[in-house]
């Protein structure tokens, strides 16, 4: 898998979800803390192109996947295709 990006919150019990999900399947990732770094939702809606109103962000690659959720499915569907082919 491509480098994983996760725009969060070390308070955040999803952004450590995703965290814990890359480190158990071995993706290299980067973990950035908005707090820390002084980025906000508004500036993470200019590098997405729409409205953020959650955390985490993230990215594998350039693609924008979404939140925590989102980034559970996106792997799910990416090791079932891995199977499938």
Not at 17 to 38: H, S, T, W
Not at 56 to 67: A, S
Request: proline residues 4%; hydrophobic residues 40%; glycine residues 10%.
């Amino acid at each position: 898998m491509e480098q994983v990006t996760i725009f969060g919150r070390m308070s955040c019990g999803f952004c450590v979800r995703a965290k814990q999900l890359c480190e158990v399947k071995n993706f290299p990732y980067r973990f950035v803390d908005m707090i820390a770094e002084g980025i906000s939702k508004a500036d993470l809606e200019k590098t997405v192109g729409k409205p953020v109103q959650t955390v985490p962000q993230i990215f594998v690659g350039e693609q924008h996947i979404g939140g925590c959720d989102d980034f559970f499915q996106y792997v799910r569907q990416a090791e079932a295709a891995a199977t499938a082919g």
